[in-house]
């Protein structure tokens, strides 16, 4: 069955230190999407990329998609404490079935 | 954005008895609502997927009977854990599709079952 694989599964810097997070799926995925998740809160969507190779920013925020559609990557620029979180990236698969199949995730803690 | 609730977020049950948990998406129509379960520190699992009007598709070693699942309306969807057992002591969340994006999806707060 598909699998979405997250490295690294913990992740702790110092504040103002950068991040990052890669994802990678079993099988190609027709859009891949990156979900944020505060302790004891539900996952927030934080954005979606579609075309191969897509690069997409948000602030401190880079979002990549590999060129094969199988990977893609979080990036934070110079962490801060609301960056605390478990971060997800979900793909959907090429079948249609237009359901989520979301990675291990990778918990991210600041140290201030 | 678009905004999905939950009810309960919080129910704890006796072992055997059955509870049902409600999605709803409170300013859209989602047409397709999904169900996931998330044990402690790890990832959402993706249980079934509802469909307004006709039977949900369960992924596979997610037993129908045991997790009974019904979307009457475009804004509610159900799902009623049958015989429940510790075991079946978790997160469950719910996420719905807003038609008017294409992808994305927003989740509700989430329910934590604790069955005794």
């Known amino acids: 069955g598909q699998q979405v694989m997250q490295i690294p599964q913990y992740q702790h810097v110092q504040e103002g230190e950068d991040f990052t997070t890669y994802c990678n799926s079993s099988?190609?995925?027709?859009?891949i999407q990156w979900y944020k998740q505060r302790p004891g809160g539900h996952p927030v969507f934080l954005i979606q990329l579609v075309k191969s190779g897509e690069v997409k920013k948000q602030k401190r925020l880079t979002f990549q998609f590999g060129e094969a559609k199988k990977n893609s990557s979080l990036h934070i620029t110079a962490t801060q404490t609301t960056d605390v979180g478990t971060y997800f990236c979900a793909g959907d698969s090429l079948t249609g079935a237009n359901n989520l199949f979301f990675g291990t995730g990778t918990r991210l803690t600041v140290i201030p | 954005g678009a905004v999905v609730s939950q009810h309960p977020s919080r129910v704890i049950c006796k072992s055997g008895t059955s509870v049902k948990i409600e999605c709803r998406s409170l300013?859209?129509?989602?047409?397709?609502m999904f169900w996931y379960r998330q044990f402690p520190k790890k990832s959402l699992m993706l249980m079934a997927t509802s469909n307004e009007g006709s039977k949900a598709t369960y992924e596979q070693g997610v037993e129908k009977d045991k997790f009974l699942i019904n979307h009457a309306s475009l804004t509610l969807s159900t799902l009623t854990v049958t015989s429940a057992h510790p075991e079946d002591s978790s997160f469950y969340i719910c996420?719905?599709?807003?038609?008017?994006?294409?992808?994305?999806?927003?989740f509700g707060p989430g329910t934590r079952l604790t069955v005794t």
């Open positions: 099988t190609t995925l027709s859009n």
């Open positions: 996420s719905a599709r807003d038609p008017r994006w294409a992808y994305e999806q927003y």
């Open positions: 300013d859209f129509q989602a047409t397709t």
